[in-house]
């Protein structure tokens, strides 16, 4: 039986995520540097099960992608210790009748106290889209949505895949991710390591972030996976000063202002303060670095304003025994504001609603602590 490892532990998102263990609550009340006060973040769902990624639906309610607790086993290996199965996985339906897990039963592999778990990711409805790889033709279909269901540590029937929600609870196989990257590895590293993290949907076509894969890949409206771009190690100081290679680890994906593709770097091990950036890919696919400087970024969206929100997962570093996030907002002309850092406790997602209001999910590492979080960061439209 063919096994898909996670990721190494120099490269894994999921192992650097498992040096976070939170049971903090959510902290008083903060600033927003260059605006007036603005209430904290207010709770509006919790009791969630490893909450990772978020998308608002084509009806303004919100979706989380919840990895789940694992379950009774089996029980294997794991990056971070014993690590069991179970179907608790789920997406949850976020609206003005309160929450409720919409769809279970997906994969779910996680410590035996429930938390650092892989399971479902990351979840986009197809929308429309400046960008497209050329050989593609753009099809007209309703909005989708899709699911990234993450790496395996034993094979079942949805881990490493991007899946197709169906409705009424059900889902299909979109792509087999794990199993490609198995075939091809097509950034040369850690032969048959995959992690499917964050999508983007568009109409009739998807991107994913591999992050085991240190790569971005192109799913086509009838299931084609193809390389869009490959991310290279880079070489960073690591313990005494001696170079090592750091792996990318690539998070997130967003469409920005200009059409183009911008994809987040968590970083592998050593976690160096300061040393994630943000690329930019055009229709060449080639990566370019767009703006750097972050620690452990997680997960990137644009605001309606053009500017760029970026989550850290850890601010002080994931090698820091730190828990503490952050949300930075980067202006069109470059400049860089931290906007929301209280009370963000292994934040893992960030979604941008309707005048201004964010949606965070945080305790992004634990079953049963999870939350999503609302934050107002400014005033008019954003």
Same mark, same amino acid.
Not at 214 to 233: E, M
């Given at each position: ?289 767009? $703006?750097? %400087? ?5 997960? &990137?969206?644009?605001? +309606? *304003? /053009? =500017?760029?929100?970026? #989550? ?6 994931? $090698?820091? %025994? ?5 949300? &930075?907002?980067?202006? +069109? *002309? /470059? =400049?860089?504001?931290? #906007? ?43």
């Amino acid at each position: 039986m063919r096994r898909l490892l996670p990721l190494a532990t120099t490269a894994v998102v999921v192992t650097a995520l498992a040096l976070l263990a939170s049971t903090s609550a959510v902290a008083s009340p903060g600033r927003t540097k260059g605006h007036r006060p603005t209430p904290g973040p207010q709770v509006i769902a919790q009791g969630l099960d490893n909450p990772r990624g978020l998308a608002i639906g084509p009806h303004g309610a919100l979706y989380v992608a919840e990895a789940g607790r694992g379950g009774d086993g089996p029980c294997v290996p794991g990056p971070f210790g014993e690590a069991c199965y179970g179907p608790s996985g789920a997406i949850t339906r976020i609206g003005h009748r309160g929450q409720q897990r919409i769809v279970t039963g997906l994969s779910s592999f996680a410590s035996p106290e429930g938390g650092q778990a892989f399971g479902p990711h990351d979840i986009a409805f197809g929308a429309p889209g400046r960008y497209s790889l050329p050989r593609n033709s753009r099809r007209h279909h309703r909005r989708s949505a899709y699911v990234t269901v993450g790496a395996c540590l034993a094979p079942n029937d949805t881990c490493g895949r991007l899946l197709q929600l169906t409705g009424h609870g059900g889902w299909r196989t979109a792509a087999d991710l794990g199993a490609f990257e198995l075939a091809n590895n097509p950034d040369g590293l850690h032969p048959g390591e995959s992690d499917p993290y964050g999508v983007l949907a568009l109409h009739g076509e998807q991107f994913v972030a591999d992050a085991a894969g240190n790569d971005l890949l192109h799913v086509s409206a009838g299931g084609r996976i193809s390389v869009v771009s490959v991310f290279p190690q880079r070489s960073v100081p690591g313990p005494g000063g001696t170079p090592v290679l750091m792996d990318a680890v690539p998070t997130s994906i967003a469409v920005g202002p200009d059409g183009a593709l911008y994809v987040s770097q968590l970083t592998g091990a050593p976690f160096p303060v300061g040393a994630a950036r943000i690329y930019r890919i055009g229709p060449g696919g080639t990566p370019e670095v767009y $703006a750097e %400087g972050f620690t452990n970024v997680i997960d &990137i969206a644009f605001a +309606r *304003d /053009g =500017s760029l929100l970026v #989550l850290e997962i850890a601010k002080n570093s994931l $090698a820091s %025994g730190d828990q503490t996030g952050a949300l &930075i907002r980067v202006r +069109r *002309d /470059g =400049s860089r504001e931290e #906007l929301l850092s209280d009370g963000l406790v292994s934040p893992a997602a960030v979604a941008v609603g309707r005048h201004g209001t964010l949606y965070i999910t945080n305790h992004g590492q634990e079953a049963g602590a999870g939350e999503v979080l609302r934050f107002r960061f400014g005033h008019g439209r954003h």
